[in-house]
């Protein structure tokens, strides 16, 4: 059961466009959403998270926007610049069957900031 | 992901050996949780420990895999009589403490021939 969604595997803008990240998810248990930034043979690294009291989070060049109502996230980036290029992962955290908050990840959407 | 040391980052096994990935938390973190990613999949929460207990393995197979966090030393994610579904890239990652921000290593690929 796929509960974080990012159904679009890629996307590509020019350089200074805005990137949108979208990222839906079916569990309204979870209360806290974040985003990972992987490049290629690297670990995830956090990029942004925004709570679930809230519907927009915003540090410099990204913004994410949660709509709970329809269990939806985005990420926009702006302006696009060649480094951003990398997988994004969306995140949501959630408690495990074990009891514990554990972080749900989406399967990636792969980013590509052409100059 | 500075801090957070994953060894090996590539191990190639054929099928029926064990797989041993060692994961080296950042100074002062004592809460550890792996992480597998097969190919084209999102990340996998596996098991979550601190120092010498399992708290959560909800996510982890039933067979053949375990894990341990020993109270001197790395923690361990063990895999016997490994398989080919078993490649995958295998992340560790760690916190100061609890509902804190989750640092990644850089993950070890483990290739089954």
């Known amino acids: 059961d796929q509960q974080v969604k990012q159904n679009s595997p890629s996307l590509s803008v020019q350089e200074g466009r805005i990137s949108i990240l979208n990222c839906d998810y079916t569990?309204?248990?979870?209360?806290?959403f974040l985003w990972y930034k992987k490049y290629p043979a690297e670990g995830p690294t956090f990029l942004i998270s925004?709570?679930?009291?809230?519907d927009k989070n915003e540090d410099g060049r990204f913004t994410v926007f949660l709509n709970k109502s329809a269990k939806h996230l985005s990420l926009h980036i702006v302006p696009s610049q060649p480094g951003d290029s990398a997988v994004y992962f969306c995140?949501?955290?959630?408690?495990?069957?074990?009891?514990?908050?554990?972080?749900?990840f989406g399967k990636g959407t792969k980013l590509t900031v052409n100059p | 992901n500075a801090g957070v040391m994953q060894n090996p980052r590539h191990l190639v096994r054929r099928r029926g050996q064990e797989a041993r990935l060692r994961c080296s938390p950042m100074?002062?973190?004592?809460?550890v949780y792996w992480y597998r990613q097969l190919p084209e999949e999102g990340l996998k929460f596996m098991v979550y420990?601190?120092?010498?207990?399992?708290?959560?393995e909800s996510g982890m197979p039933k067979e053949r895999f375990s894990a341990e966090f020993p109270k001197e030393g790395p923690s361990i994610l063990r895999i016997q009589q490994v398989v080919r579904g078993d490649s995958a890239a295998y992340f560790c990652?760690?916190?100061?403490?609890?509902?804190?921000?989750?640092?990644f290593g850089s993950g070890t690929q483990l290739s089954v021939l």
């Open positions: 990652a760690t916190e100061r403490g609890l509902n804190e921000k989750l640092f």
């Open positions: 569990n309204s248990m979870f209360d806290y």
């Open positions: 925004i709570s679930s009291i809230k």
């Open positions: 420990l601190q120092k010498e207990n399992i708290i959560d």
């Open positions: 100074k002062g973190h004592s809460h």
């Open positions: 995140a949501a955290s959630g408690k495990t069957q074990g009891g514990s908050e554990k972080l749900v």
